[in-house]
């Protein structure tokens, strides 16, 4: 499993203006029904949906193969009673201050979680999935100081595609403490035992054929601590050894971790998990995937009015197909990369371009390579 940190980003979070005249975005959410205003299912709250297709972003035309007509006039009112009125804004402003909240919300909780875990968030690759997540992304990079994005294939529909692929797994976790200066052997190994049996039992349910492989976690911290770090155990009945071998492993982590390691303080384990599932399918499953072909370059506009932070206005934007890219092909930003679930926008100082796996790589030039 990964250490995630959520906060309200999603197309359909709620933006408002506060007592102290600040935008907020979410958590809150319209939903998907009644949804943002512009889905004209009764919505009457502004969103980040609502702000995007203000801004050009959205082709009403596409949006969700075009089972939704987006109503960009409702939702520039909207923006202007709720957002701009109370600040004085146009609803164009408005709708550019809501998606700028957006993406300072989601770059500020990257750059705790970062701090939290000693990680300099710019050393890394930032992956964006969902139907929102790349309209967001390359500003999102500039914000944390990342010159590398990558827009999967069928990211709009990840979620769904993760589901679908992922292997089957049960995890069983049971509270047990034990320090590890006096751990009780046997009833440690019977409690693995248990819940061994436990996750495996599940999983042959649903897998009757194959190899399970399972992984055994113990959660440690020193004493007193409220905090644990997960330790993964060696394989085999837990001994003195390998007692022995988990405190070598925790402290090694927590320096990794915190930068120290409080070496003359018990260690504590809290919590034992043993997680089952099967052999990861992923790369024939990947395999299987083909790209549609149903839209072209030429079904759609050359050119759409895409309100541009650099010119501080609208102006007129290319529009790609993702489906009739081609490896050798570059895209530079600004420009909108748009497919059937989604659309990515590429900044200006950002080019795009696919790999031979087909995702989209959007990386910015080092002149254009700055913290804002």
Known sequence: MIEMVG???????????????????????????????????????????????????LDPARFARGKVALNIEAAQQALAAQIGAPLGYSADLAALSVAEIVAENMANAARVHASEQGKHVEHYTLIAFGGAAPLQAARLARK????????????????????????????????????LDGVNH??????????????TTIVRQAAPQGDIQVQRIVYLRYAGQGHEVPIELPDGSVQAQTVHLLQT??????????????DN???????WSVAASTHDDLASATARWTPSNTHTAASSPHQRQVYQIEDN?????????????TQEQYVSGPALVVEEETTTVVYCGFS??????????LELGSEDFHHE
């Not at 046997?186 to 436990?198: I, P, R, S």
């Open 352 to 361: 795009a371009h696919l790999s031979p796996q087909g995702h989209l790589i």
């Open 265 to 271: 303080v018990p260690v504590e384990a809290i919590s």
């Open 7 to 57: 906060i309200g980003a999603g197309g359909g979070s709620i933006a408002r203006v506060d007592t102290l005249q600040r935008i907020q975005v979410g958590p809150d959410s319209a939903g998907s029904e009644p949804g943002p205003v512009s889905y004209g299912l009764g919505g009457t709250q502004a969103t980040v949906t609502d702000a995007n297709a203000v801004l050009g972003r």
């Open 313 to 325: 206005g609208f102006t007129a934007t290319p529009l790609h197909e993702r489906t009739a890219l």
């Open 144 to 179: 944390l100081s990342i010159n590398r994005v990558v827009i999967p294939r069928s990211a709009g529909v990840g979620s769904a595609l993760g589901f679908l692929w992922a292997p089957i797994a049960y995890q069983a976790v049971r509270s047990f403490y034990q320090r």
């Open 249 to 262: 492993r925790f402290a090694q982590c927590y320096r990794e971790l915190y930068g120290r390691s409080l």
């Open 186 to 199: 046997d009833e440690v190994n019977a409690l693995l035992a248990g819940l061994t049996e436990q996750a």
